[in-house]
């Protein structure tokens, strides 16, 4: 739900036990138009033991220029999201649907960070997506990650075009200190993209070093190597179908 941009809001709004975020944010400029998004969002709404459910809602629209008319429709992106704690992590289901600009969006790997404006190529598209991931801990050395999607698309481009696509990612992590730790990861995809048949593996395996011992600590520094392979395109030219790839990665956030 990354809607970020240039804006105002209030979040945490008690309504009870329940908090309602609002947002007003523009979101780009043309020759035409101004976009802006409305975001609005309702957390902490109990479900069972130890779950909540959160609601949020983007609407995308453009306010047209003297003299000028904005082709593209304005979209909606819907989600819902189900979290779960558990005595040794977590876990998250998450369901979106998107019309318009972010119905392309939804029915791929799109976040909802950027919207089709300036073209009616997208005004027909509706995406669906349920999302489940999480993290365990396995014993006092262990975590592991995983997460699997299911994306569904209609009408994508010029009103036709049809995608259908599932992907499954598990990421085991051994922690030999507070610092040093070793990473798997096995992912897999397969589906169909308006008539183009897809399907993948990546199988990777990455020495890191983190500051602290948690999933989630950051900066870490990867030194990795990753076999992929693209069993239904092009992607690697004259190597085939796959490709073994080495290198260094820092990821850091704040």
């Given at each position: 739900m990354n809607?970020?941009?240039?804006?105002?809001?209030?979040?945490?709004?008690?309504?009870?036990?329940?908090?309602?975020s609002?947002?007003?944010?523009?979101?780009?400029?043309?020759?035409?138009?101004?976009?802006?998004?409305?975001?609005?969002?309702?957390?902490n709404i109990d479900l069972w033991e130890d779950a909540s459910l959160e609601l949020a809602t983007a609407y995308n629209f453009a306010t047209e220029k003297d003299d000028q008319t904005e082709a593209a429709d304005d979209g909606i992106m819907l989600t819902g999201i189900v979290h779960?704690?558990?005595?040794?992590?977590?876990?998250?289901?998450?369901?979106?649907?998107?019309?318009?600009?972010?119905g392309d969006q939804i029915a791929g790997f799109g976040s909802g960070?950027?919207?089709?404006?300036?073209?009616?190529?997208?005004?027909?598209?509706?995406?669906?997506?349920?999302?489940?991931?999480?993290?365990?801990?396995?014993?006092?050395?262990?975590?592991?990650?995983?997460q699997l999607s299911y994306h569904k698309g209609s009408d994508l481009t010029d009103g036709e075009g049809d995608?259908?696509?599932?992907?499954?990612?598990?990421?085991p992590v051994y922690k030999w200190n507070d610092t040093m730790r070793t990473i798997g990861e096995v992912g897999f995809f397969d589906g169909e993209n308006q008539g183009t048949d897809q399907g993948g593996h990546k199988f990777t395996l990455a020495q890191?070093?983190?500051?602290?011992?948690?999933?989630?600590?950051?900066?870490?520094?990867?030194f990795y190597g990753t076999y992929i392979t693209d069993e239904e395109g092009d992607t690697f030219g004259d190597k085939?179908?796959?490709?073994?790839?080495?290198?260094?990665?820092?990821?850091?956030w704040w």
């Amino acid at each position: 739900m990354n809607t970020s941009g240039t804006g105002g809001g209030i979040e945490n709004i008690s309504l009870g036990d329940q908090k309602l975020s609002l947002a007003f944010v523009q979101d780009g400029e043309n020759d035409q138009s101004s976009g802006y998004i409305f975001d609005a969002r309702l957390a902490n709404i109990d479900l069972w033991e130890d779950a909540s459910l959160e609601l949020a809602t983007a609407y995308n629209f453009a306010t047209e220029k003297d003299d000028q008319t904005e082709a593209a429709d304005d979209g909606i992106m819907l989600t819902g999201i189900v979290h779960q704690n558990m005595d040794n992590g977590f876990n998250q289901t998450i369901l979106q649907y998107g019309s318009a600009g972010y119905g392309d969006q939804i029915a791929g790997f799109g976040s909802g960070a950027w919207y089709n404006r300036g073209s009616d190529d997208k005004n027909d598209a509706q995406g669906y997506r349920i999302i489940n991931w999480g993290v365990m801990n396995i014993g006092s050395s262990m975590e592991l990650g995983h997460q699997l999607s299911y994306h569904k698309g209609s009408d994508l481009t010029d009103g036709e075009g049809d995608s259908d696509v599932f992907t499954a990612v598990v990421r085991p992590v051994y922690k030999w200190n507070d610092t040093m730790r070793t990473i798997g990861e096995v992912g897999f995809f397969d589906g169909e993209n308006q008539g183009t048949d897809q399907g993948g593996h990546k199988f990777t395996l990455a020495q890191a070093w983190a500051m602290g011992d948690s999933f989630w600590s950051r900066p870490e520094i990867r030194f990795y190597g990753t076999y992929i392979t693209d069993e239904e395109g092009d992607t690697f030219g004259d190597k085939g179908d796959s490709e073994f790839v080495t290198g260094v990665q820092l990821e850091a956030w704040w």
